[in-house]
């Protein structure tokens, strides 16, 4: 059996179920720096069981659609925010608990000025720059204990463009 997954533009509302979209489109919160520097301000609900926030930066191979999706993970102890470090697209892919299995995928992909937090315990897939290898500021638990859960799809699923 086979599936295929169309990709959508990420909004804050089709996402709210997985977690936040960290946007910095449109007029800042707040201006500060003397009126120099826009700040969009609490983006994202950081949470964690234990441990500690940390930043970590990851270098991401860029993938091509279509795409074959072959694993979701997800973190038990910690949100894990994906904060890119240019403007280019990415692939965000979300799938909903169903009894403790991921459920049927939802593909999006990020618009200039878009990152994503995944809330505790969301399936997601790995990180996906879309156009060069991407960098991303990742914010995400630092402890002691595994915070890793991955499911192997044992169907072909793959991700197309719109």
Not at 42 to 63: C, E, H, T, Y
Not at 77 to 103: H, K, T
């Amino acid at each position: 059996m086979s599936q295929r997954i169309v990709t959508r533009p990420l909004t804050a509302e089709a996402f709210a179920p997985f977690g936040d979209v960290i946007d910095v489109s449109g007029e800042p919160d707040k201006m500060i720096n003397q009126g120099m520097c826009g700040r969009h301000h609490d983006k994202a609900i950081l949470d964690f069981s234990d441990g500690k926030a940390g930043i970590s930066v990851f270098n991401a191979q860029a993938r091509e659609l279509p795409m074959r999706l072959d694993m979701v993970e997800r973190h038990p102890d910690g949100s894990q925010a994906f904060l890119p470090l240019s403007r280019e697209p990415f692939l965000v892919v979300v799938a909903p608990d169903e009894n403790g299995r991921p459920g049927t995928p939802l593909a999006f992909v990020t618009a200039p000025g878009q990152g994503v937090n995944y809330h505790r315990n969301v399936w997601h897939a790995v990180c996906a720059p879309l156009s060069e290898q991407g960098q991303f500021a990742v914010v995400d638990r630092i402890g002691d204990g595994p915070n890793l859960e991955e499911y192997w799809f044992e169907e072909d699923i793959t991700i197309q463009e719109q």
